[in-house]
């Protein structure tokens, strides 16, 4: 009944076209040689992005950079002050991360929300934000945790802030040669309460029409100390919102105007129409979900 | 260039182009048809497998990327003459009608069952988020995974 597959023969002819230059480093310092030694190259990290947008025309890739084997991509460490997330750190490992969850809470469900149980397998967070999509589901929480990124080449590295790392819709400041080795996330004393949002067509596989993520510090008295908000798909990049929260900071509980915080977010971004959702809906959405966030996270 | 991996527990030797995707290894290269393709963008889950036991998209994973890896396709599941419980159950509650999502659908069963023996609905829902069935037959393939699960747990006791 059952057709065994060692019945079958390889048939290796029929996989296309004959091989070009595919580099596997093992180590930094093997990628370090790789990329002295050659430019255009075509870098791959869990390929979710990747294979999509070559879907059909993968062989006119010529040279093919694969972190995959880069064991000290994959590391998270935990220091006192902060914490490293390796670039190569998939979802799903950071869903599984008991850490991540107690200290960022928001980066957790973001994660969680993130296309399937098989892109999760897959796609790595470094991945998400190198290839900069104004929807990348991480982006709005590691805008809020004031998240950093490392960026290395053959000959240095340089420190980034991510609120400065996204220059447009799928382009950032990463320049020919140039890895995204880590993301470097500050630990702080305060105790924060946040909320995600995530609005799309469906639950499951989508790219979102409107992200929200926000996150707020309050006094020993409730007095909102610190406030951090970011939108994602709604401007050419993820977006901190900087107008409200400016209006939260010193607003205790039960003072907080809700429908200024919620104007405020609806002025700062500037969606587009598209096939996800029209950029009046995406105003109007803008509005709700901050209301509903601070709602939330005022509770 | 050539990889090494584990396709449903056999050793296999194959040479592949840097762009072969695994399904066009498991499908051309391997003769496994039973691992079907839809989208080819992962975001239908027809053409899901086990690689290293996790679910993964098989047309978004470079066949090289698998190398040294485990991977478990639907012609993995049954052994001897006999179906796996879960492909049994999708049989005997219905689940199945054109019958081109099943193989994904199985194998994110599958990784459900094993780690949960009493799934529930939404539990089910979730493992099954990333595998589409457009015959909309979603109340009969919870029902098997149920089944499945109920029928593997009274086994293994």
Sequence with gaps: MKKQSKDVKNRPTSSGRDSKEYFRPKSKKELKEILKNNDILTIIAGGTDLLVSNYQKLYKIDKWLDLDLIDEFKEVKIFDDKIEIGSMVTHDRLVRLEKIKELFPILHSAALDLGSPQIRSRGTIGGNIVTSSPAGDLLPPLLVYDA????????????VDLNTFFTGPKKNVLKEGEILEKIVIPLKKDKSRGVWKKVGKRKALVISS???ALNIVFDKDNIIKKAKMAIGSAAPVPLRIKS???????????????????????KQISPIDDIRGTAEYRISVAKNITKSALKEVTK | MEIKLTVNNEKRKVNVKPHTRL??????DLGLTGTKEGCGKGECGACTVLMDNKVVTSCLVLAVQADGSEILTIEGLETKDKLHPIQQAFIDTGAVQCGYCIPGMIISSKKLIDQNLNPSDDQI??????????????VKIVDAVKQAAH?????VK
């Design chain 2, 151 to 155: 029928e593997i747990k009274s086994g």
């Design chain 2, 125 to 138: 829902k979730r493992a099954l988020s990333g595998n589409i069935c457009r015959c909309t037959g979603y």
């Design chain 2, 23 to 28: 399904i066009d290894l498991l499908r051309e």
């Design chain 1, 210 to 212: 409107i992200s929200l």
């Design chain 1, 148 to 159: 950093e990124v490392v960026i290395i080449s053959d000959q240095e590295e340089r420190k």
């Design chain 1, 244 to 266: 409200a929260e400016e209006i939260l900071i010193g607003q205790s509980l039960d003072s907080i105007d809700y429908i200024k915080v919620a104007k405020a977010a609806a």
